[in-house]
């Protein structure tokens, strides 16, 4: 085509030439066109090139990090990411609260086509009024709540609908699974997770989950991709493990809960404290509290008055005196106060017994709980002794616990005059709490040694035996090691123990506590309770401190029930209370033994006359705990009762033929230590001999 | 001359593979973020289901709610001395 054109051109030159003169016409005619179109066109290539380097270095070093950042943004979300709040647990593992993912449904009310349809079709799915759905969804706001955690089946309505401008949303829930059970002790969360009350406000810090900017890569949908390392275990808050038993827990609030309607009181609490540990076994108090539904509830209901209401003890003050003038070396326990016939009118104040008393030992006095002969004792004692071991077994201190707590009323010895004295000696003029009092007890128990008491357990698991929860700075619920402080010795402590024993087990007090085949120990308290004007009015608050067994005592409870109408003795009222809770406490943990055959207490005490005491203690020994032999072979029960024999073989399934008459068995078949096998008749031959 | 043309066809030749190799490994990963954030939703759902069946059973072993059944079923506490404990080779 070049070719074919050149001698057309070659022509035109010639003419041109011919023109102009020949010089240029021959210099052109020289030129090689193609050759300089193909460098024209390389050329332009280039400068396109460069334009287009030019262009990638603009964009990639000039705008780099604007464009960068704008691609970000697109492509990449940073969200506040609250953990889950971590779970409460008893000492068995058992979940008193946790959190589950709840959804919520909130509304775009701007981005909603048709609002009347989509108002229909909630206020059907989530049970709302049609009126308050409509108005929500006309709002001219960007964004509003529906209604917040919301059940599966609800969300799962909503989310099927498909309705434009409505979404679900995940939130956490806080559930008490056990509802009203140690309600106040646990306490509750607000809308935002946090602990507002009990144990979920003292133990915030280690339950919150930590709040953390995640960054989140989504695609062009705004759909987030899954981002290795993104699990929330990291941001999780820490589980609590508490010293709580569940089950001691109900038997606690079921005992006090009958107590408090059967004697129509206004409200009642208890304490279980495992004495070799210092474990706080149960918190009741009623009436009870849900924390599922705090908001149905007033303060008062959900204050957790055993650690944060200081009132007057009364009577079972008593013990800390007595065991404070026998360290003293002021009194023994055979020393006699004239007990003024149940009257005594000092310089400063009157007071009165229950009953008429002329001469009594201190044993005696703490057993009828005479107001009069402890008076004199703590004249004897003197303000500045008996304070000094009142501000050593914890009372005017807090106890450490970490839940909110008073301190209780324990003033200075110099503001004490003699008529505080008198009445501080029968617990009047101090105001103690519950954990207080369970901790001087325990002291008591702990054979005169300070114990603590607990209510977490490390997850360390650390040592038990004299652990001190201490509060700041160290932090609520940390451990530290407290070295043991001896406040009575031995033997005051066993003095005093022996007086709480007489109390129950003699003609105390106390003696509604009693329990067959067990030695329980306690003291009962009536205390008068001052009214608004601040005099002693009618209201009471009964109250019973009992320890069981008394000999090596293995639970402490404290029982008080305040402003009982029906009648206002600690006796009557709150000693059933742990007679009760003792019983299925024993029981829960095998160690309630049968009850003791009086017939046989009879004959040995004829047999070994001189030692009754000794005898009924070897009696109860020996019917301690019995537990049924479940050997992997038959075992011998020629010569046991037929009741018995019936048991063994019943725990293992099988039920034997019974031959002849009579309650004991004389033979067996199969022979003693052979297999069981599922096929086999296996006969007891039974006869009245034995 | 040949050699050099050669280098330059295996280069762009490598070039085109590894750069639809890239693609290719990019869209793998983007099914796979997605496959992985699906299935991460399923074990949050399940976990958040096995937590609400977890409170619920805790719920209905409740000391109460066994005592209403207990109680319904005309069971009461055993009396002292009629507690019998099984041993560890118990049933």
Redesign the interface.
């Known amino acids: 085509m070049l070719r074919a054109k050149t001698p057309r051109k070659t022509r035109n030159t010639r003419q041109k030439t011919s023109r102009m003169g020949g010089g240029l016409s021959s210099r052109l005619g020289n030129v090689d066109w193609g050759r300089l179109r193909i460098k024209a066109v390389a050329g332009l290539f280039g400068v396109i090139w460069c334009l287009l380097w030019m262009r990638a270095w603009h964009v990639q070093v000039i705008e780099g990090d604007r464009l960068a950042g704008m691609a970000r943004r697109q492509h990449v979300a940073a969200e506040l990411v609250t953990g889950q709040r971590g779970s409460i647990l008893d000492r068995n593992g058992?979940?008193l609260a946790?959190s589950?993912?709840m959804r919520s449904v909130y509304v775009h009310p701007l981005e909603v086509q048709d609002v009347d349809n989509t108002a229909a079709v909630l206020s059907r799915c989530l049970d709302l009024p049609l009126p308050q759905v409509r108005a929500a969804l006309s709002e001219r706001r960007r964004f509003a709540w529906l209604a917040r955690k919301v059940d599966?089946r609800k969300a799962n309505l909503v989310r099927e609908a498909k309705l434009s401008g409505v979404g679900l949303t995940t939130e956490y829930e806080r559930?008490y699974?056990?509802?009203q059970?140690a309600g106040q002790l646990l306490g509750f969360v607000g809308l935002d997770d946090k602990g507002l009350e009990g144990v979920e406000r003292a133990m915030d810090d280690s339950l919150a989950g930590t709040s953390t900017r995640m960054v989140m890569?989504r695609?062009a949908a705004g759909?987030?991709?899954?981002l290795p390392g993104?699990s929330d275990n990291d941001i999780r808050g820490g589980d609590v493990r508490l010293t709580i038993d569940?089950?001691v827990q109900?038997f606690a609030e079921?005992a006090l809960a009958d107590a408090v309607d059967t004697y129509e009181a206004k409200w009642g609490g208890a304490l279980v404290v495992d004495v070799q540990s210092g474990d706080i076994l149960a918190w009741a108090q009623y009436p009870f509290f849900n924390p599922n539904a705090y908001k149905e509830y007033t303060p008062a209901r959900w204050r957790n008055r055993l650690a944060s209401d200081a009132l007057e003890p009364g009577s079972t003050f008593k013990p800390f005196l007595v065991a404070a003038g026998l360290q003293e070396g002021v009194i023994t326990p055979d020393t006699l106060f004239y007990c003024e016939k149940g009257k005594w009118k000092t310089r400063t104040i009157n007071i009165r017994d229950t009953h008429s008393y002329d001469w009594l030992p201190v044993n005696k006095i703490m057993r009828y709980s005479s107001n009069i002969g402890c008076a004199k004792i703590g004249l004897e004692l003197g303000t500045r002794r008996y304070h000094d071991y009142l501000v050593k077994l914890g009372f005017g201190e807090r106890t450490g616990v970490p839940v909110a707590e008073s301190k209780g009323i324990l003033r200075k010895p110099r503001d004490w005059s003699e008529a505080d004295l008198i009445t501080a000696s029968f617990g009047q003029s101090v105001s103690v709490t519950a954990l207080q009092m369970a901790q001087g007890y325990l002291t008591l128990a702990n054979d005169g040694v300070l114990k603590k008491l607990r209510l977490f357990i490390p997850e360390s698991g650390a040592q038990q035996q004299d652990v001190v929860p201490s509060p700041s700075p160290v932090g609520p619920g940390v451990a530290v090691a407290a070295e043991p402080r001896r406040i009575f010795s031995h033997k005051v402590a066993r003095q005093v123990m022996d007086m709480l024993r007489d109390v129950v087990e003699e003609d105390g007090t106390g003696t509604r506590a009693r329990?067959?085949?067990i030695t329980i120990g306690g003291k009962t308290g009536t205390a008068q309770k001052a009214d608004s004007s601040g005099s002693y009015g009618k209201g009471r608050l009964a109250s019973f401190v009992g320890l069981v067994p008394i000999d090596r005592p293995r639970y402490l409870i404290f029982v008080m029930v305040d402003e009982p109408t029906r009648s206002p003795y600690g006796g009557v009222v709150a000693a059933p209370v742990f007679k009760h809770v003792a019983?299925?406490t024993m029981?829960y943990h095998?160690l309630?033994?049968?009850?003791v055959d009086t017939d046989d207490l009879k004959v040995a005490e004829v047999q070994k006359k001189g030692a009754p005491q000794d005898i009924r203690q070897e009696v109860r020994r020996e019917i301690s705990?019995?537990?049924?032999?479940?050997?992997?072979n038959v075992p011998d029960v020629v010569g046991k009762p037929v009741r018995r024999a019936v048991?063994m073989f019943a725990?293992?399934?099988r039920v034997p033929v019974l031959k002849g008459t009579g309650q004991t068995v004389v033979k067996q078949s199969p022979e003693p230590g052979a297999a069981w096998q599922d096929d086999k008749e296996y006969i007891l031959w039974l006869s009245e001999r034995s | 001359m040949g050699g050099w043309l050669l280098a330059i066809i295996l280069s762009v030749l490598s070039s085109l593979v590894i750069g639809l190799s890239l693609v290719w490994l990019n869209i793998e990963r983007?099914d796979m973020?997605?496959n992985?954030?699906r299935m991460?939703g399923e074990l949050?759902d399940r976990q958040?289901?096995k937590?609400?069946l977890?409170?619920?059973r805790?719920?209905l072993l409740?000391?109460?709610e066994l005592?209403r059944k207990a109680v319904a079923l005309g069971m009461r506490?055993?009396r002292?001395?009629q507690?019998?404990?099984?041993?560890?080779?118990?049933?």
């Open positions: 058992q979940v946790r589950v993912e599966d559930i699974p056990f509802r059970m890569e695609d759909r987030r991709f899954y993104s569940m089950q109900f079921e329990i067959a085949g019983l299925r029981a095998g309630l033994p049968e009850p705990e019995r537990v049924i032999e479940t050997a992997d048991e725990t293992k399934g | 983007m973020a997605y992985l954030r991460q949050e958040s289901l937590a609400k977890e409170v619920e805790d719920r409740s000391p109460y005592g506490d055993a002292q001395g507690i019998r404990r099984l041993g560890d080779g118990g049933l």
